[in-house]
């Protein structure tokens, strides 16, 4: 959809008869909106309102352009500290950090395919030990955690104290997946964000806001990273 002149979107239209109102969301995977549309709705009211949110839909898809390529050359983040992908093809054992690089064999064209299950797999090791620590300090135990691939969410916790995390989540600072998932324990407690969720969030991480605006700034590139 052409939103301006120099504003070419695809859109990805979701109608919903749950919904109870119009929103959208910018899907990493597709570098495309999303718009979930209720009943009742016509299509010139949902074009309207995505031309009044070209903005927010520009700087949110300008974002994902500076996304981290899993390319050799480039520079990813691994628990927020940059690491600069080094090719060495006929060297053996996958992928493998050394100081600041992370060094990837084999063929050029398997590389981005080794480093996001390199990642997937650093992610089940750091992100479950993260929140063993944290549950055992709140005394919120989950019943499992799962790590997960998802194009608009850090997290997510059950009804059966399930928590879900993102790999992705890996690549981010101390700091914000310290905050994320405190945020989903929390969840353990009170399956909502009303004011009582937030003061149990604060109690256990003092990272909240500044994770909040890094996530603002930051997260939809690491949704993007491939």
């Known amino acids: ?44 009211q949902a074009v309207q309102f995505l031309k009044i949110q070209i903005h927010w839909i520009t700087k949110r898809l300008t974002a994902l ?31 493998w950090i050394e100081a600041d690089q992370i060094c990837v064999s084999g063929a050029e064209e398997f590389i981005s395919r080794r480093i996001t299950d390199f990642l997937k797999n650093h992610a089940r090791q750091i992100l479950g030990q993260e929140l063993r620590a944290q549950a055992q300090t709140s005394g919120l135990r989950p019943t499992r955690l799962d790590i997960r691939d998802t194009s608009s969410r850090w997290g997510s916790c059950s009804s059966s104290g ?20 405190a945020h989903e324990l929390a969840h353990l407690r009170h399956m909502n964000h009303a004011p009582a969720f937030w003061q149990l969030v604060d109690q256990l991480t003092p990272h909240r806001h500044h994770a909040e605006a890094w996530l603002k700034h930051h997260g939809s590139a690491l949704l993007g990273a491939h």
């Open 1 to 44: 959809m052409q939103l301006a002149p120099d504003c070419h979107v695809p859109v990805i239209w979701k109608p919903s008869s749950r919904a109870r109102r119009l929103s959208l969301r910018i899907d990493p995977r597709r570098q495309a909106v999303s718009v979930t549309l209720p009943s009742g709705l016509s299509a010139a």
């Open 65 to 95: 352009q500076q996304a981290p390529a899993f390319l050799p050359g480039r520079t990813i983040p691994i628990e927020g500290k940059p690491h600069t992908i080094v090719h060495h093809p006929t060297a053996r054992g996958g992928v």
């Open 162 to 181: 399930r928590i879900m995390l993102s790999w992705r989540l890996v690549m981010a600072p101390t700091a914000v997946r310290h905050y994320l998932i």
